[in-house]
């Protein structure tokens, strides 16, 4: 027995050294400082800058940095479009969101490979990834919120995490792609005056408000790439700064990846912000803060620099290791055959899978937010008008930062494909986007009224909203108010003026609106963001009740938005739902179903790794209903110390018809903690309150008549 018991160890421990010894041990940090060290000076330099040039003699093929992955491989022709990150913050489902950022890395790596075959080295072919954005989106009328998952620290970096770790793979040794946290810190518009504002945030919006997002993605992700910002913070040019980049970033957090600045950014420091007088002066404190390699090409005078004596060349070196050793765990800097992920092709591109995901995530993203009694449509109803400026249009799918699909289902596509073939269908697009009709005579209105429903699509696209330069009927990208074109409510208006009951309006657009009149216009009201390729098969379930509604605000609607504060100032006070006491129309979090669940018998239980909170769901409907579980928490202070309420855990439960469940949440200390004046947090003494429900506790949301419960506990 003992014989064959030293048999058995023996043969498991033989097998132990032969898988330890066919996994390699990689010193990619060793490695990179050994290739720094046979470059040149000028081959140094040339490998800071997005657009590097190859080094044959090293073996290193040339390479561009530049890569975007906001929802989809972007930029870089055929690939899956997802929707825009707005409406994936809008599923509160970090774990498909994963999924998603796996399914764009496995397309990311199957580009790259074609793209080297074919000898191309273009822009948008390689494997750094500049996403995900996770900025806060602090105000409706900024163009780019449409790229964030919404208003909130940690809803933001949750799902940002969730799509790190899934664009990065899990393999111990090699990244499937290089992901990218962006734009640290305190961007979040106004786009005009990004390259030259100077914004001064109190600690406590900083700490609270501004960074808790990224920290996360650094230390739980554990993502490869930081960009930083265009804007100055505290005097620094964020791409420039030493307090962000080298004090908070990497000796606080540890960030051990290597870090980009936004593309011009250095340029900035000395054209925009004028903190330099010449750009040696500007790639000496761009370098010195801690950035590792430029877009754009201020960098090619680094060679003055090091002649001045502003900078070394082991100030060089020292930038270049994150760099090089990036491109290793990518297995790319040098031909590496141990790298897991050479095996994609073409058929990875776009494939069912894929098409599936992209569908589901379209469906669990977009928002009900009012139906009295109109959905879901019946798939034999005799008469249906489809109408509006986005409603045959694919544009109004994809938001901004798109790839292109060899597929979209437009809404109207994806309503008609639901009807009876019995169904008589009409669509005429009624208005245009955002200018007048100048005919009297409009068809489409009498048509929207003959019909027994009409469904219309209406709200912003690309063309309103974006960012700097992309929006052709906007401030450099960013809105001056949050209503939606007059054009289009004045058709709306003339409809509604007609048309008793049936009236459907579906909101496209990457940001909150002004939803007042609309609501008082239509019998139901759908937000569908920009859903992307699958948009209309999405739609075309929901509103015919093949799949019931789940998504939820990720973003603060509010009802007027000439009381919102100014757009320049980034003082947090009265701003998203953690510091907003009136002018809420709907509220962060909130959504309707076809049925409704109701909470119940909230237990808390208050301990020294936090709190347990467990809650009593009961679905009295005849739907199958998957209900967004929110848990907030108001700690001592709030409203003067502490925000009014915050978001500290949340679940995607699914209760079937006439079911009860019970829901968990361990709360960790540190999301119960209160960040001072002086940016340091604490855990407060004192009365906490718990609220679960389906929406940020507020008297908007009471009157809404939103489901949840609350309790408190002293901690």
Not at 187 to 192: T, V
Not at 347 to 367: F, G, R, Y
Not at 516 to 533: H, K, N, S, T
Not at 687 to 701: D, E, I, K
Request: glycine residues 10%; proline residues 5%; hydrophobic residues 40%.
């Amino acid at each position: 027995m003992r014989k064959n018991l030293f048999t058995v160890i023996c043969l498991l421990f033989m097998t132990a050294v032969t898988a330890e010894a066919q996994t390699p041990v990689k010193n990619f940090e060793q490695q990179a400082r050994d290739i720094i060290a046979k470059m040149t000076l000028e081959e140094k330099i040339s490998q800071m800058m997005n657009e590097t040039p190859g080094i044959p003699r090293l073996g290193i093929e040339p390479y561009d940095w530049w890569n975007e992955g906001l929802h989809g491989v972007g930029r870089d022709g055929r690939a899956t479009v997802f929707p825009q990150p707005i409406g994936l913050g809008a599923t509160f489902d970090p774990a498909l969101v994963k999924r998603i950022g796996d399914a764009i890395a496995t397309e990311g790596r199957a580009k790259y490979i074609v793209a080297r075959r074919n000898g191309n080295y273009a822009r948008y072919t390689g494997l750094t990834f500049w996403s995900p954005n996770i900025n806060i989106f602090r105000d409706p009328r900024w163009g780019r919120g449409m790229e964030t998952y919404g208003e909130d620290p940690f809803l933001t970096g949750t799902m940002g995490t969730a799509y790190v770790q899934g664009m990065q793979g899990n393999d111990p040794t090699y990244l499937k792609v290089a992901a990218c946290g962006k734009h640290f810190a305190v961007h979040s518009g106004p786009e005009a005056t990004r390259h030259t504002v100077n914004v001064e945030p109190s600690k406590r919006d900083l700490w609270e408000t501004y960074l808790p997002a990224f920290r996360m993605l650094v230390q739980q992700g554990k993502v490869e790439t930081i960009m930083g910002a265009y804007n100055r913070v505290y005097g620094e040019s964020a791409s420039g700064s030493k307090i962000l980049l080298t004090d908070v970033l990497r000796k606080q957090w540890g960030f051990k990846g290597h870090i980009v600045s936004d593309c011009d950014a250095v340029t900035d420091i000395y054209k925009g912000h004028k903190i330099a007088k010449t750009e040696a002066e500007a790639c000496a404190i761009a370098v010195k803060a801690g950035l590792n390699v430029e877009c754009g090409s201020t960098f090619k005078a680094m060679k003055e620099a090091l002649d001045q004596h502003l900078i070394t060349e082991a100030d060089l070196d020292n930038a270049l290791v994150p760099l090089m050793v990036t491109r290793l765990k990518l297995g790319i800097l040098q031909p590496d055959a141990d790298c897991p992920y050479n095996h994609f092709t073409e058929d990875d591109i776009c494939s069912d899978e894929h098409t599936a995901l992209a569908k589901q995530a379209a469906t669990e993203s977009m928002v009900l937010l009012k139906n009295e009694g109109v959905l879901p449509i019946k798939k034999d109803i005799h008469t249906l008008f489809v109408t509006g400026a986005g409603a045959a249009d694919a544009f109004w799918l994809m938001g901004n930062y798109f790839g292109i699909s060899n597929r979209y289902c437009t809404y109207l596509q994806g309503i008609v494909s639901k009807v009876s073939s019995g169904t008589a269908v009409n669509y005429r697009p009624g208005v245009l986007e955002s200018t007048h009709t100048r005919n009297a005579i409009n068809w489409a209105v009498d048509e929207a009224v003959a019909a027994e429903v009409t469904i219309i699509v209406m709200g912003n696209n690309g063309n309103l909203e974006g960012e700097e330069g992309e929006a052709i009927d906007s401030e450099r990208g960013d809105r001056d108010n949050i209503s939606v074109p007059e054009s289009q409510m004045k058709f709306l208006r003339d409809i509604r003026a007609r048309k008793p009951g049936g009236v459907v309006v579906v909101l496209t657009g990457g940001s909150p609106v002004d939803v007042r009149e609309i609501a008082q216009l239509c019998d139901a009201m759908v937000m569908a963001w920009y859903p992307g390729q699958e948009g209309g098969y999405a739609l075309g379930d929901l509103l015919f009740g093949d799949a019931n509604f789940s998504g939820r605000l990720p973003v603060t609607f509010p009802a007027d938005g000439s009381a919102l504060p100014p757009f320049e100032d980034y003082s947090m006070r009265g701003r998203t739902y953690k510091y907003m006491v009136d002018n809420i129309y709907y509220p962060f979090g909130y959504g309707l179903h076809y049925g409704q669940v109701d909470y119940s018998n909230l237990r808390v239980k208050a301990n020294k790794k936090g709190a347990t909170v467990t809650a009593t769901l009961t679905n009295s409907s005849k739907h199958d209903i998957c209900e967004t579980v929110q848990l907030y928490v108001t700690a001592p202070g709030a409203g003067v110390s502490a925000p009014l309420e915050q978001l500290v855990a949340f679940r995607r439960v699914d209760v079937a018809a006439g079911a009860t469940v019970d829901v968990t949440f361990d709360v960790r200390p540190e999301l119960l903690m209160t960040v001072g004046e002086d940016g340091l947090s604490r855990l407060t003494r004192g009365l906490y309150t718990f609220t679960v429900g389906g929406a940020a506790p507020s008297t908007r949301t009471q009157q809404l008549l939103v489901p949840m419960v609350s309790a408190q506990a002293r901690i």
